[in-house]
Antibody, heavy 120, light 108 residues
């Protein structure tokens, strides 16, 4: 079975940093694009970042560009999101999300999410 | 950035009814890279439709998608009790891969 398990969320002060991790299992990780999608409390879904299967293509939402960095380690079946200069509006559940395959793909599997709270 | 608008914001319906949800894009969605997701409270979203009209694995055939360019539709032919949820569209053809604001389908 496909599993995506996020970790690294928590409470952080404004201006601080966090690194989210996602460990994948049950599929060939290196064959799939990956994304991070977030959802603020009581709000809708916001796509924030994409990484191609070989890490060649990286895309970001304007709201996080220059502050967040997506990366992956295909040997460790892991996806990461380095989040710097955090703001209150970054408070959300962050989902690790698998693309259906390579290239431009919808998300077909989601992790359970990890909550990031930015507050003093 | 492609902005997606969904209508209506909320639909109050009864089981057995036909449901039509709309997703309109601010510019053409390339190669029909349009998906629909269902999300229930406390759960991660679930992929229903991709490529505007292809059902994802395990999705019942009461769910169907149609449309092209800037106008897309998700139809539930006969609403089941488990279908009460929020539905989102997403375009994944052009970065940023934006989501619509969602349509909530609740019980009348």
């Amino acid at each position: 079975d496909v599993q995506l398990v996020e970790s690294g969320g928590g409470l952080v002060q404004p201006g601080g940093s966090l690194r989210l991790s996602c460990v994948a299992s049950g599929f060939t990780f290196s064959s799939h694009v990956m994304n991070w999608v977030r959802q603020a409390p009581g709000k809708g879904l916001e796509w924030i970042s994409y990484i191609s299967s070989g890490s060649v293509s990286l895309y970001y939402a304007e709201s996080v560009k220059g502050r967040f960095t997506i990366s992956r380690d295909n040997g460790e079946n892991s996806l990461y999101l380095q989040m710097n200069s955090l703001r209150a509006e970054d408070t959300a559940v962050y989902y690790c999300a698998r693309g259906l395959g390579a290239g431009r793909q919808p998300v077909d599997y989601w992790g359970q999410g990890t909550l990031v709270t930015v507050s003093s | 950035e492609i902005v997606l608008t969904q209508s209506p914001g909320t639909l109050s319906l009864s089981p057995g009814e036909r449901v039509t949800l709309s997703c309109r894009a601010s510019q053409s969605v390339s190669s029909t890279y349009l998906a629909w997701y269902q999300q229930k409270p406390g759960q991660a979203p679930r992929l229903l439709i991709y490529g505007a009209s292809s059902r994802a694995t395990g999705i019942p055939d009461r769910f169907s998608g149609s449309g092209s360019g800037t106008d897309f539709t998700l139809t539930i032919s006969r609403l089941e009790p488990e279908d009460f949820a929020v539905y989102y569209c997403q375009q994944y053809g052009s970065s940023p891969f934006t989501f619509g604001p969602g349509t909530k389908v609740d019980s009348k």
